[in-house]
């Protein structure tokens, strides 16, 4: 069994800062890509960033320039640094990896989200 587990967001005014941490534990072979995502309130859930073990990453392009998405393949984490924060960044961040786990001599890929941590951002 594989757990994701993220830091606490919290509130912060506008144009404020944030760093969001995610760590996975548990029966882990390796972890490939792991990424952000995010949902406001009535809204589906929307890639934030990703980032593969090798280092590459992806931002939605309202994000490009303010959030930077980086990982620890060592410890496992992920990590969301989160610059210039707008109030429409308010939303519950859920951290995403797709792992390689060990279940005795076998090998499964799952898909693993963490429970989810609340952004809000006031103006």
């Known amino acids: 069994q594989v757990q994701l587990v993220e830091s606490v967001g919290g509130w912060v005014q506008a144009g404020g800062s944030l760093r969001l941490s995610c760590a996975a534990s548990?029966?882990?072979?390796?972890?490939?890509?792991m990424g952000w995502y995010r949902q406001a309130p009535g809204q589906q859930r929307d890639m934030v960033a990703t980032?593969?073990?090798?280092?590459?990453?992806n931002y939605a392009d309202s994000m490009k320039s303010r959030f930077t998405i980086s990982r620890d393949n060592a410890k496992n984490t992920v990590y969301l640094q989160m610059n210039s924060l707008k109030p429409e960044d308010t939303a519950v961040y859920y951290c995403?990896?797709?792992?390689?786990?060990?279940?005795?001599?076998?090998?499964?890929?799952?898909?693993?989200w963490g429970q989810g941590t609340l952004v809000t951002v006031s103006s």
């Open positions: 548990g029966s882990i072979s390796s972890i490939n890509a």
């Open positions: 995403n990896a797709g792992v390689l786990v060990t279940s005795g001599p076998n090998i499964r890929y799952r898909e693993v």
């Open positions: 980032i593969t073990n090798g280092g590459s990453t």
